[in-house]
């Protein structure tokens, strides 16, 4: 047993393994993982790790918790992730499609071009991270919140946003075709150049986002939607109509 990377047990010890401490600044394999979890009695925690290409998909990780790790391509396909948080983590082109995640964190993290294809995100939580890229195809997002992410380029199809408060989401360039933001209120943030088609807006509060690069088609999806005079002038402009 490596003593450093299981930093409760005692020489000569067998059974289970007590996690009080982090595993720190290691690189951790699908098998050092499984044995780990094999005998711990409570979630571990991670911090300084690299997960970069492991492949841990289906291992149930629930509850643990992952501070300042990269994850880079790795894959947690179909993995239980429930009750996990992530802090500061870098996990560049990540897989999450089909894992569990709910009541999950991410603070601060970077996890651009990750995948979360029908993943469960019930009341899962993005905040302070980058999302650029990344694709939500046909998760559960039931509660599941944003707040001050980088969601330029994201696949945010038929998520539901439904009064919902955003404050400072980027969706630029982001398809957010079938999304449900009715009676949301944005609090800054950018929906330039965004695909909107089937969207709905009726009712949301888009006074304080970024409008640019709608399109005459879009203009229907919003709606009962309200917006300021300023952005009703931005908009007449760029329909190409002039207000005299």
């Known amino acids: 047993?490596?003593?450093?990377?299981?930093?409760?047990?005692?020489?000569?010890?067998?059974?289970?393994?007590?996690?009080?401490?982090?595993?720190?600044?290691?690189?951790?394999?699908?098998?050092?993982?499984?044995?780990?979890?094999?005998?711990?009695?409570?979630?571990?925690?991670?911090?300084?790790?690299?997960?970069?290409?492991a492949d841990l998909s289906r291992l149930d990780l629930s509850g643990c918790h992952f501070t300042r790790c990269t994850l880079v391509e790795a894959s947690f396909f179909g993995a239980q992730l429930n009750g996990t948080r992530w802090r500061s983590c870098r996990g560049r082109q990540a897989d999450f499609g089909a894992a569990d995640l709910h009541d999950a964190t991410f603070r601060a993290c970077d996890l651009n071009n990750t995948s979360w294809r029908r993943a469960k995100l019930a009341?899962?939580?993005?905040?302070?991270?980058?999302?650029?890229?990344?694709?939500?195809?046909?998760?559960?997002?039931?509660?599941?919140?944003?707040?001050?992410?980088?969601?330029i380029g994201?696949?945010?199809?038929?998520?539901?946003?439904?009064?919902?408060?955003?404050?400072?989401?980027?969706?630029?360039?982001?398809?957010?075709?079938?999304?449900?933001?009715?009676?949301?209120?944005?609090?800054?943030?950018?929906?330039?150049?965004?695909?909107?088609?089937?969207?709905?807006?009726?009712?949301?509060?888009?006074?304080?986002?970024?409008?640019?690069?709608l399109r005459l088609t879009d203009a229907a999806q919003f709606r009962g939607a309200t917006i300021s005079h300023a952005q009703a002038a931005l908009l007449m402009e760029e329909l190409g109509l002039r207000v005299a």
């Open 154 to 213: 994201a696949d945010l199809r038929g998520v539901s946003f439904r009064k919902a408060t955003l404050a400072q989401l980027d969706f630029s360039d982001a398809d957010l075709g079938g999304a449900d933001f009715r009676d949301a209120v944005f609090n800054g943030g950018s929906l330039r150049d965004a695909s909107l088609k089937n969207a709905r807006f009726a009712g949301a509060d888009l006074r304080d986002a970024d409008l640019g690069g």
């Open 1 to 53: 047993m490596n003593h450093e990377f299981f930093p409760d047990a005692a020489p000569g010890r067998t059974g289970q393994i007590s996690t009080s401490q982090p595993v720190a600044s290691t690189t951790v394999t699908r098998e050092s993982l499984e044995a780990l979890l094999g005998g711990a009695t409570t979630p571990p925690s991670f911090e300084d790790c690299v997960f970069d290409m």
């Open 123 to 151: 009341s899962v939580s993005f905040s302070e991270s980058k999302l650029t890229g990344a694709t939500f195809e046909n998760a559960a997002t039931l509660g599941l919140q944003f707040s001050e992410c980088l969601l």
